[in-house]
């Protein structure tokens, strides 16, 4: 977004020397499937939200080899001619599903899923994970820290401390899916039209002989939205006094304080009796400086009297948990039209893979519209509703689960046909507005920050029986 470069070689290396590979053996057109899935909730949460839908859809969408790409791999002395001519002339023709952005999702799930040439379904991995294990993990921490407010508004004021330019734009827009109410980027506005906010710094009132000066100053230009930074010398004995006074002569149509600094639980309670008692109860009162849900939270308990926060580094780099851990994996092979699946077998259970084309079924309870389970499947088998539908363990042989009185979903929806994009994303907005109603249809023990509820993720018989076979073959 911030600058339109050709990202084709934006990968990693052995992506080109396994397609090579394969051209070289004469299995550039075998069709393969592949899953991108991830292990592990960040933070031990209860779930995270898919996102970055829309960047890996762009990629996808313009893939193509240069003539300076080509030069570049011509002088690794490592590919032929033939096999450079053939990335020269590279189209994309896989199929895609995906599980839609602001979706909640849960490990193991297929957020995507991709079907075609094996060089172009095994190419794309890198581009593919990069675009939704960044924005479904920073999308993820912005929701847990939203709602930690408790309502109060949350302000992601990274962009500095990203992790560069992408990272700041594409973490805006993650975090404005997870629920923020808008970000300090304002190439972040301009491109996908989030909220642009912020005040000043404290180099702004350092400028003036006074605080009184800089408020006043500000208060003129920008009636419509004063809000005043008052924590430059000190917070209650001139910042807070100046700001009234300026309020009192200025009369701004919308008033408010920030503190950046100090004991905001402290602070805040002091500052909001001071303006109360000048008669500013409309004033707001807006906090940052290093926060996170748990310090939120905490502030909140304590009586801090808090309208918004600001939430920057610990937000847009995921601090607590910088790494969504996402991987793509094969699931399958395609032969003369024939599926075989394909898993991976591990000493550690978490890492063995789910087998087969597959799709994902979220079930919901009649009467309560809550989420009780959601079920991985084989792509062709259908959830029957109204009837009692038994559900497998994937980690434990013996466990399983009949649940009743449900409806169910299909997450997963096609993005790609042949090459050839069939899906509309929706606008930001949509997004922002459809994680929240997701969201709400998880149950509060999910919601908790320490210990949440696990939520069900199991197989339908027909996986699980086919996992069990492979794995039984494989141990022969």
């Known amino acids: ?3 339109q470069i050709n990202t084709t070689l934006l990968t990693d290396f052995y992506e080109l020397t396994m397609a090579n590979g394969y051209f070289e053996k004469g299995m550039a057109d075998d069709i ?3 899953d991108l899935f991830f292990r592990k909730i960040p933070d031990e949460g209860g ?6 839908l829309e960047q890996m859809i762009g990629y996808l969408g313009n893939l193509q080899f240069d003539d300076r790409d080509i030069d570049y791999l011509r002088g690794k002395g490592m590919f032929s001619e033939a096999f450079l001519e053939y990335l020269r002339n590279f189209k994309f023709e896989c199929d895609v599903w995906a599980i839609p952005e602001g979706t909640p999702v849960f490990p193991g799930e297929p957020l995507v899923t991709v079907r075609g040439p094996v060089i172009q379904a095994q190419f794309v991995e890198t581009i593919m994970l990069l675009a939704i294990n960044h ?3 920073i999308a993820t921490k912005a929701n847990r820290i939203v709602r930690a407010a408790q309502g109060r508004g949350v302000m992601e004021f990274g962009t500095r401390r990203a992790h560069g330019g992408s990272g700041a734009v594409h973490g805006a827009r993650a975090a404005y899916i997870g629920g923020c109410i808008g970000t300090a980027c304002a190439l972040a506005e301009r491109d996908f039209k989030i909220p642009a906010l912020g005040t000043m710094a404290h180099s702004w009132v350092q400028m003036f002989p006074s605080e009184y000066e800089a408020f006043k100053t500000y208060a003129e230009i920008y009636p419509e939205n004063c809000v005043l930074l008052v924590d430059t010398f000190n917070v209650l004995k001139s910042g807070i006094p100046a700001a009234i006074k300026v309020f009192r002569e200025m009369k701004p149509k919308k008033m408010g304080i920030r503190i950046d600094s100090g004991d905001v639980t402290y602070l805040t309670k002091k500052a909001r009796a001071m303006l ?3 008669g500013f109860k409309e004033c707001t009162i807006v906090v940052s400086n290093s ?9 909140i308990g304590q009586g801090a009297q808090i309208d918004t926060f600001g939430v920057g580094e610990r937000l847009i780099t995921s601090k607590s948990e910088p790494v969504f851990g996402g991987v793509y994996k094969l699931a399958a092979l395609e032969k003369n039209g024939v599926l075989i699946p394909k898993m991976k077998i591990s000493e550690n259970i978490e890492k063995i893979t789910n087998p087969g084309f597959k799709t994902v079924y979220r079930l919901f309870d009649k009467d309560t519209n809550k989420a009780v389970a959601d079920v991985i499947t084989l792509d062709h088998e259908k959830i029957p509703e109204g009837s009692e539908y038994e559900i497998f363990d994937p980690q434990i042989t013996w466990k399983r689960k009949k649940i009743s009185n449900f409806y169910a979903k299909n997450l997963r929806v096609q993005i790609f046909d042949k090459g050839a994009c069939v899906y509309k994303s929706p606008d930001i907005n949509e997004i922002r507005d459809y994680c929240k109603v997701q969201i709400d249809t998880l149950w509060e023990e999910i919601l908790r920050f320490e210990n949440p509820h696990e939520f069900y993720v199991d ?3 027909e996986l699980w029986e086919l996992k069990a076979k492979l794995i039984e073959e494989y141990q022969e």
């Open 32 to 34: 393969a499937y592949f």
């Open 47 to 52: 779930f995270a939200i898919m996102a970055g």
């Open 276 to 278: 109360d008692q000048a």
């Open 135 to 137: 924005q479904s993990l």
């Open 291 to 299: 926060l996170d849900e748990y310090i939120i939270r905490d502030v």
């Open 459 to 461: 197989l339908s018989k």
């Open 1 to 3: 977004m911030i600058e």
